[in-house]
Every structure is written in C-alpha cells, then in structure tokens.
C-alpha cells in the first residue's frame, strides 16, 4: 500500500507530519494475487461456478416466463408475465442509466402505437369484407337496414 505524507509546519510549533495509508491500488493487488497462486485458482474457480450458476437461473426464468401462457392455456396471464419482465427491466435499466430508459420508453410507446393502428386498420378492413359479402356498402347502411326492419 502506498503511503501519503502531509507536512504541517506552524511557527509556533515547529513540523508535524502525518501518515496516511492510502487505498489498495491495482498494482498492489496484482502483487498480492502474484503472491499467492492457490488464492488465484479458488478466486476463478468460484468465478466459473457463480457464471454458470447465474446463466442456468436466466435460461430458467426466461423459459417459465415465456410459457405461461402455453401452459395455463391464457393468453392475459402471458401477457401480464411480459409486461412485469418489461417494467422491470426498464426499472433496472433507469438506475444505470435514466436518459436511456426515457428513450426506450418513448421507442416501446411509439411502436405500440404503430401495431395498434395496423391492428385497428385491418378489423375495419376485415369488417368492410364481411358487410360487402351480405350486401352492404357501409357500416351505417348495416345499421340503417337493422333499425328499418
């Protein structure tokens, strides 16, 4: 560890000197890790076991939370389960970094805008083919024919 030394002089009292001892520094943990190897091992042997544990837990989680839906025979509790992964990945996107998330927000908002419309186009679409088929030109000709009869 490196050491910092502040000298004080004062008039009256003469010099003080004050040592500190500073922070560990990367050097001086790589020199302590070089010291001892067997601590080296244990350290990336841990390391592998806790990266593999953490990826059979993401593997997991994401293939419970995908099949909900396939295994409740629900498609709403599907897609409750997506929208609580989505916030809370936004949750933990804002707290690394806020301007991001605001980003990702607006691009999630926007988008689900656009397949709303295009959802809501090809109803009336479809709702335009089928009047035609009985007959109709129109929604409120539909409507009219009902209310005459």
Do not use: C
Not at 73 to 84: E, F, M, R, S, T
Not at 104 to 121: C, N
Request: aromatic share 4%; glycine share 6%.
């Amino acid at each position: 560890m490196a050491e910092v030394r502040v000298i004080i002089q004062d008039s009256k009292n003469g010099n003080e000197t004050i040592t500190k001892k500073t922070a560990p520094t990367v050097k001086d943990k790589e020199e302590e890790v070089a010291a001892n190897p067997s601590q080296t091992k244990i350290a990336k042997t841990n390391n592998k076991n806790l990266a593999i544990a953490v990826m059979l837990a993401k593997q997991s989680i994401n293939y419970a939370s995908s099949n909900v839906g396939k295994w409740t025979g629900n498609k709403h509790n599907q897609a409750v389960v997506n929208n609580i992964t989505d916030i809370v990945a936004l949750g933990m996107l804002a707290k690394v970094n806020p301007a991001i998330a605001v980003a990702v927000t607006g691009f999630r908002i926007a988008t689900t805008i656009i397949d709303e419309q295009f959802e809501q186009k090809q109803q009336r679409l479809a709702s335009e083919r089928s009047l035609a088929r009985a007959g109709f030109n129109d929604l409120g000709e539909a409507i009219g024919f009902r209310r005459n009869k």
